[in-house]
Nanobody
Framework: QVQLVESGGGLVQPGGSLRLSCAAS????????MGWYSQAPGKERDLVAT???????NYAHSVKGRFTISRDNAKNTVDLQMNSLKPEDTAVYYC???????????????WGQGTQVTVSS
């Protein structure tokens, strides 16, 4: 069974930084695109950033220049470095990974349990 486990959320003041980490574990053949999504209270889950196996990245306009996504393919991890945090960044952040369970399977989308990020003075 595949699991994604996030860590690193918390409370930070505006202008501060946090680093989120996500590790995939279990039995699978390969991991393709990984990413982070956020969901604020009463709102839909939105894309924050994604990264492909080769390292190509994509960011939401609101976080460009402030957030950096990275991954370690050998360790099956993806991180999100969040700098210059704003109150509007407050949300639950979810790790996502598109995983091929076997060599012949299609990708399936997996989600972590979410980690709360609160930006407040």
């Amino acid at each position: 069974q595949v699991q994604l486990v996030e860590s690193g959320g918390g409370l930070v003041q505006p202008g501060g930084s946090l680093r989120l980490s996500c590790a995939a574990s279990g039995s699978f053949f390969s991991i393709n695109t990984m990413g982070w999504y956020s969901q604020a209270p009463g709102k839909e889950r939105d894309l924050v950033a994604t990264i492909t196996t080769s390292g190509s990245t994509n960011y939401a306009h609101s976080v460009k220049g402030r957030f950096t996504i990275s991954r370690d393919n050998a360790k099956n991890t993806v991180d999100l470095q969040m700098n210059s945090l704003k109150p509007e960044d407050t949300a639950v952040y979810y790790c996502n990974a598109n995983i091929k369970i076997t060599k012949w399977a299609y990708d399936s989308s997996y989600w972590g349990q979410g980690t709360q990020v609160t930006v407040s003075s």
